[in-house]
Structures are given as C-alpha cells and as structure tokens.
C-alpha cells in the first residue's frame, strides 16, 4: 500500500508540473500534430486549456487530502460525484456503479504564464483489502482516465459541432463522454491521435451546461467503433420501451417537476411504489435523459415532460400502447416474417381493429396513442388546398379517429366546415373532442366505412389510413375518395414515405411495425401514384411533414382544376 500511495504521489506530482508548463497554443499542435496557422489560431480562440486529470486511489479522505499537500495543491471543496468516470470504469470492470465510490476535485494551480488553471483529481477509494485492489492496479498500469483537457468558452452547437470535427479532421477519435448532473457540464472525450507527441492520450471537451443533442451524435460515433457494446445497447431496447411504459403507467411524470428535484421516497410514496425499485428505473431513465437528477432528487427534463398526462403533446398514450398490445405482439415477428400472418392476429386472435373496437378503455387509448404523434400535423393548416378552401369550403376528414387533424383545420380556418367519417364507437370521443374545441356549429359527424365517403367536399383527408391496408385495399379505398370528390375536389394523404435511397427514416421502422401488428406497410412515393393512378387519381405532388412524415397532394386524373389550391 505504500509503494502504491508513493507511486499516486509521484503521477500527481507530473501532472501539477505538465499543468503548470503547457498553454493552449503550444498544447494543440503536440496533440494534433499537423494543426498550426489559421485552424490553429480557430481553436485558440474557441477553447482554452484548462486542466490535465489523472485517476488515484486513496484508502481514505485523509490520504488523499496527505496526497494532496504533498503535491502543493489544496481543495477548496469536498469531491463531488464523477458520473462520467464511476461509469467508465463500471463498464471496464463490469463493476456495479455503486460499488464505485468516485469523487473529483479541481485544486488551483498557478502556471508559469500566468494563468490559473486546475489538476482534476478523480479519487476512487480502495480500503486495505478491498476487492477494488485489482481495478486500482490496473488503472495505474493502463492510465485510461489520465487526460488533458480544454474548455470551450461559448458553448453554443454550431460551435461544439465545429470542434468536434476539427478534432477528426487531425486524427482524434471519440472516446466517448458524458452529461454531469451534478455540476451540470457536458464532456467530450477523444483519443489523440497515434502521432501525439504529448504523454496524454485522451482529450477531454469540457462544455458548461447540458449539451446532450451534440453528445448523441459525438457517442453514435464512439459507439461505431465498439460494435460488441454498439449491439448489447441494441439488444436492450425492450428494456428501454418497458422502463417507458413503466414511469408512464406508475404516473411518475406526473408526480415529477422540471423545475425542481423530487427525491425518490417522495415519488414512491405518491405513485404506490417501492422507493429502491423506483430509484434504479430512475437511474435508467436518467441516462436517456428523460429525467435528470441533482441534490434535492429526479426532476423532468423537456422529453420526460412528455410523458405527462397533461402536457401538452402529451406522448403517454404512445408509451402505454407501444408497451403494451403492441409490445406484446412483436414477439411474433418472426413467425410473421416466415408466414406472413399478422403477429398481432396471432396473439389476440382477431386484427387489431376489432379487438380495440370491444374493449372501449384500449380503443380510446389507441385513439389518443394516434393523437399524440399529431406533431406531424403542425404545418398541414398552411397547405395551399386548405388555405384556398378557406372561404366556406367542407373538408371531409376519412377515418379521422378522435378528429385531431380536423380540429387544428377548423381552429386555423374559421369559416371552413367539416364532416368526419368514423367509425360507431369512435364517433362520440371524436364528437367530445371537437365539442370541446367549440367546432360542433362547425362539423357534421357521419359513422361508417369507407364504402360511405360523403360527396362534394372540396378537401379530402386521408391521413395515416392508407400505411394500414394491403394494396388491394388501398386501391378500393381510394377508388371510393374518387367516386365521392368533385372534379374540382383535393385529396390530401398524410403518410410516412419509404426513402427512394435507402436513407434512415422512421417510415423504415413504421414499416416493420405495419408489418407486424396490422398487415400494412409503409410505401415508396412511386408507389403511391401507381395506387392513385389505378383509383383514377393523380400525384401532384408531395410536401415535408415533421416526424418524417409527408403530405401527398392528389387530384382526380383529368381534372381541370389548376389553380391556386396547387401546392406545386
């Protein structure tokens, strides 16, 4: 144990002297070899070297503070938790975290420049005969947490991004990183290129506040080169939908706050839970970042917000409907990819509309799961046909399940009027709705199927219908839209469209899903004027939609209409 005190003292001691003979400009070009002139001078002005770190393992606090005093250095501060390491080194060692007791310190050292910049102890306690003595060994040997580190002075994403390109361009690699909640800064870990002519191998990005958008993009790429951990974290989304589901259904979200802590005895005593069992779904959860946690406890960040029953876009009928009959169901795909029956048909023995039409509870819930990815819906208002019907014209919204689309036309359009086609037992949650919005002057509700389109509408609303029909079905269906439309009459289809080029999309994993729980599919935009084409229809053309959706704009094959209502 004295040897490996001594032996911490004398890596603490190296790491005080590189800090105090290293600036920022003399630092860069030993880590990146070849950077010098003007991309030398962008980095200068965008990030400023701040410390260099190093991992010890002292038996107690008052080693380390001993440890400490002999190198001149002082904590101006007890050690505060190191997430980022504590994990590292839980992943490295398949360690539990809590086994890890990990703090860091920051003391000031004063530079040969001029400057004050910092040594970043992390501290990992190892008692005499502690089963943490082969960890400490090895990272003494290995020094994977020994890095040095630069801060970036205006933290904005174009800026991060900047950097983090800048460091591939000369050779870095990421290394991954990580959001600390309790001093609530992001880091940005790469390996220095082989070339490196300084001792430290890892470089750290330091970023005050919560940076975790660009993170995702800099740990997809870590991740790339780690394909073993890149499938164990695929091989895991079960786990993710049902943590989901969980705090959805619990009404954790809704016992939660974003602008404070909640501790967790707290919540568990609100929600009916056991407060151990409650902590580690919230530890989980905090690392998709769906709550955070400080001292007072977990509070909500914006995309656990949605999970809230009373937000507003609330995705919480998604979570409850994704971990639920559809989870259930997608046990089945492979037999579905080998036979072609519908999974779902297999589990509940009926397709999924019948069984959600007998139990009211799951069919209001899949209504209200459609509802909640209503954001697609945001610019469909604005569209050339709706804004040209605007004056007094009748959209008919086919299949509109409990109106939603409808109800943000007739909010946006005040003299437009509205007919929804429904079936039965959807019909009174759509009428509710829409009541609700002051629309009722304003719509007429028709039950029945797609056999019973009312004519003479002027804007016709298929959205989110056709994904979930074979193409004989959608042929009839759409054949039914053009026996009902004027020739004058616009056909607006909502749908999310396969990319031409193979790209990601979540038309892709929608596709899938079809598959699986409905017998529909997801289709390319060539085949949809095919199908619009055999119903007597034309594609006019086809506009953007958030989350990845697209609004097909069709007319009647030969119609004379050309004029504003175009979306061209």
């Not at 991004?161 to 800064?185: I, K, M, S, V, W």
């Not at 895991?236 to 005895?265: I, K, P, S, Y």
């Not at 609100?270 to 690392?287: E, I, K, S, W």
């Not at 289809?493 to 529909?520: F, Y």
């Amino acid at each position: 144990m004295i040897t490996a005190l001594s032996g911490d003292t004398s890596r603490l001691r190296a790491t005080v002297d590189f800090v105090k003979e290293q600036d920022t400009a003399t630092l860069l070009p030993l880590l990146l070899p070849g950077l010098d002139g003007p991309e030398l001078r962008t980095l200068v002005e965008r990030c400023d070297f701040s410390h260099a770190a190093l991992l010890v393992f002292p038996p107690d606090q008052a080693a380390l503070d001993a440890t400490l005093a002999e190198c001149g250095l002082a904590a101006d501060a007890p050690p505060r938790p190191s997430v980022v390491v504590r994990k590292r080194l839980a992943l490295r060692h398949k360690r539990c975290e809590t086994e890890l007791d990990v703090g860091v310190l920051r003391p000031a050292v004063q530079c040969l420049d001029g400057a004050r910049r910092t040594v970043e102890v992390f501290a990992l306690t190892v008692p005499p005969g502690s089963d943490l003595a082969p960890v400490a060994a090895h990272e003494r040997e290995r020094q994977h947490e020994a890095h040095v580190a630069f801060e970036v002075e205006a933290p904005d994403p174009l800026v991060l991004r900047g950097l983090c390109a800048a460091f591939g361009q000369y050779g870095a690699t990421p290394d991954g990183g990580g959001y600390n909640p309790h001093e609530n800064g992001t880091v940005f870990y790469f390996t220095a290129p082989a070339a490196a002519k300084a001792a430290y191998q890892r470089v750290e990005l330091y970023v005050p506040g919560d940076h975790r958008d660009v993170l995702a993009a800099h740990l997809d790429e870590h991740r790339e080169r780690q394909p073993a951990e890149s499938l164990l974290r695929l091989l895991t989304g079960a786990w993710t939908t049902q943590a989901l589901a969980a705090f959805a259904r619990l009404g954790v979200a809704d016992a939660m706050h974003q602008e404070r802590g909640v501790g967790v005895a707290e919540l568990a005593r609100d929600v009916g839970a056991l407060a151990p069992n409650l902590a580690t779904l919230l530890r989980y959860l905090a690392m998709l970042g769906v709550v955070s946690e400080d001292r007072d406890g977990f509070r909500l960040t914006d995309t656990g917000r949605l999970l809230r029953a009373d937000a507003e876009g609330s995705m919480r009928p998604l979570a409850l409907m994704y971990g639920g009959p559809f989870y259930e169901s997608f046990a089945g795909l492979g037999h579905t990819v080998l036979t072609g029956q519908v999974a779902f048909e297999q589990r509940f023995g009926e397709n999924h509309f019948d069984h959600f039409a007998r139990d009211p509870e799951l069919a209001e819930l899949f209504d209200l799961s459609m509802a909640a990815g209503s954001r697609m819906f945001d610019p469909l208002p604005t569209h050339p046909v709706l804004i040209a019907a605007a004056e007094g014209g009748t959209v008919v919204d086919i299949a509109g399940g409990n109106g939603e689309l409808l109800r943000r036309i007739l909010s946006a359009h005040p003299r437009l009027y509205g007919i929804l086609l429904e079936r039965p037992h959807t019909m009174e949650t759509a009428r509710r709705f829409l009541g609700a919005a002051g629309h009722t002057a304003r719509c007429t509700f028709r039950a029945g199927d797609f056999a019973e389109v009312p004519a003479g509408g002027d804007v016709y609303l298929l959205s989110r219908v056709l994904h979930d029909w074979d193409d004989d079905r959608c042929r009839e269906i759409l054949r039914h839209c053009a026996r009902a439309m004027p020739d004058t009459a616009d056909l607006l289809v909502v749908e999310r469209v396969l990319p031409a080029d193979g790209s990601s999309s979540l038309a892709t994993a929608w596709d899938l899903h079809m598959m699986c729980n409905v017998g529909g599919r997801e289709r390319r935009a060539d085949h949809y004027a095919r199908l619009f084409a055999d119903a007597g229809l034309t594609l006019v053309d086809r506009t953007p939609l958030p989350l990845d959706g697209s609004v097909l704009h069709v007319r009647k094959t030969g119609s004379t209409n050309t004029g504003a209502r175009s979306g061209s």
